[in-house]
């Protein structure tokens, strides 16, 4: 199985009585600031042509500082679907991602046009985003047709992208696609703290906030020793807690927790924020001031809990900015169908992303027009050419015919902890997976 690409500390990634809110100036001498993002970003120019599929014309180019490319079937018939790509890293160049495998031979051979923008920047910008898609449906429609219908897919940061766009540009769109999606927003950097914050705490070590550039080499590295020999194959005792505190706090109990710990555990420490801001912000964007952590499904504080909590460095995040702005927020009050995709295994964007967007959704009335399915995967964004089909097919079918596809519940306990959840939406099933998944 393919390791996630290490991200060397590039921006991306209720308290107890008596606990310390410490400043992270305090812990420890300040670090070196982080690199920033490029400041010039030049689009992959020798990068944009593609070859189109036979019975499809192909074009591409560049639209206010972002390439594009798009793909029509000679038999258009007469909708679109816009794919939102995931997170680039901070470098210059701009680069353009067809469709997934499977879902752009779907879209073709059914008749749809596709779409895609490179954004005009890169790092974690959700909002260069969303103007750059919306900007390049402006394009479309000018330059090839207004739609009848409009469909946004996007996998990781651009799942982010999705929910925004929904929100923010509601008559643009028809129905969403958002897989393995940043769905929880803001939280997702939460996530990365928590599980480095915890692991400082649990193995003693002086704490550190924010990253410094010496991370990897230093604190890490002790970390890394005193959770497992090695870590994360042969977990110590502290290194179980962690284990314990990460599952419950990006999902709880679920199946291929185990395999998605045994794959991320070293990466999670490479997505400890260099930069608080996640270079869109001047503020800190990942907060753990009022995080309760805990080491098991119970909800009374244990003695070892307590002092968990006691011990670990808090860090106050930054009231997010309103709207379209710094790395913005999903609300749930999205109008249309939204499908979503993610896999239980993923620790780089957790499966507590589709909880946090569940409940979203259930604190503003939206939750009957969200779908959301578990599949069987470990690595991020591991869907296989079948589930986009399925995924899309029933979206569509959706949006066209009213009927609302099946989902998974992915807001009640007992059914996430099954060991069969997930097996319902995955095609295949996966070699590693030794689950039984015939159906009942």
Same mark, same amino acid.
């Given at each position: ?15 107890l ?5 410490v ?13 920033p ?6 689009v ?18 560049v639209?206010d500082?972002a ?33 997934p495998?499977g879902l752009?031979e ?9 779409t ?29 047709g ?8 996007g ?17 643009t769109?028809d129905g ?7 769905m ?14 915890? +692991?400082?705490? !649990?193995?003693? @070590?002086? &704490?550190?906030? #924010?990253?410094?550039r010496?991370?990897?080499? /230093? ?16 977990l110590?005792?502290?290194?179980e ?9 990006t999902g709880g109990?679920r199946?291929?927790f185990?395999?998605?710990f045994?794959?991320? +555990?070293?990466? !999670?420490?490479? @997505?400890? &924020?260099a930069? #608080? ?6 503020g /800190? ?23 968990l909590?006691?011990?670990v460095?808090?860090v106050?995040?930054?009231p ?34 589709e ?8 604190l ?6 969200l ?5 069987r995967g470990?690595?991020h ?24 596809p ?18 319902r939406?995955?095609v ?13």
């Amino acid at each position: 199985m393919p390791r996630p690409t290490r991200l060397l500390l590039t921006p991306l990634a209720l308290a107890l009585a008596g606990t310390v809110l410490v400043s992270p100036a305090s812990a420890h001498t300040p670090p070196e600031p982080p690199a920033p993002p490029a400041d010039d970003y030049v689009v992959d120019e020798e990068g944009l042509p593609f070859e189109p599929l036979p019975g499809a014309i192909a074009s591409w180019g560049v639209l206010d500082d972002a390439g594009y490319r798009i793909e029509v079937p000679a038999q258009w018939n007469g909708d679109l679907l816009v794919w939102a790509h995931g997170y680039r890293g901070t470098g210059p160049e701009l680069t353009v991602d067809n469709p997934p495998a499977g879902l752009r031979e779907q879209l073709i051979a059914e008749g749809y046009a596709w779409t895609a923008s490179s954004y005009d920047a890169n790092g974690y910008d959700v909002v260069s985003g969303v103007r750059s898609t919306q900007e390049l449906v402006d394009f479309f429609d000018e330059t090839v047709g207004v739609p009848e219908r409009r469909y946004l897919a996007g996998a990781s940061m651009g799942g982010h992208v999705t929910g925004v766009s929904i929100e923010q540009f509601p008559d643009t769109w028809d129905g969403a696609l958002p897989v393995c999606g940043v769905m929880g927003d803001r939280r997702l950097f939460d996530t990365f703290l928590d599980y480095n914050l915890a +692991a400082q705490a !649990l193995t003693g @070590v002086e &704490p550190v906030y #924010p990253a410094p550039r010496d991370y990897l080499d /230093t604190t890490a590295l002790t970390v890394e020793a005193a959770l497992g020999t090695p870590y994360p194959g042969q977990l110590t005792p502290v290194g179980e807690q962690l284990a314990a505190l990460t599952e419950l706090r990006t999902g709880g109990e679920r199946p291929l927790f185990e395999a998605g710990f045994d794959e991320f +555990a070293e990466f !999670l420490f490479t @997505v400890f &924020p260099a930069d #608080p801001g996640q270079g869109e912000e001047a503020g /800190t964007v990942g907060g753990n001031a009022d995080t309760v952590y805990q080491l098991d499904a119970d909800p009374a504080v244990s003695p070892a809990e307590q002092q968990l909590n006691a011990d670990v460095l808090r860090v106050e995040a930054t009231p997010a900015p309103e709207g379209l702005a710094g790395v913005p927020t999903i609300d749930g009050t999205f109008e249309i169908p939204v499908l979503t995709m993610h896999d239980l295994g993923d620790l780089f964007v957790p499966f507590s992303m589709e909880q946090d967007y569940a409940r979203d959704a259930v604190l503003h009335g939206t939750r009957d027009l969200l779908v959301q399915r578990a599949v069987r995967g470990v690595a991020h964004c591991d869907f296989s050419a079948e589930e986009y089909q399925q995924a899309f097919g029933d979206l569509v079918t959706w949006v066209e015919q009213g009927v609302r596809p099946e989902g998974d519940d992915v807001l009640d306990p007992a059914a996430v902890a099954d060991p069969r959840f997930g097996c319902r939406f995955t095609v295949p099933q996966r070699a590693f997976d030794t689950q039984d998944c015939t159906p009942v």
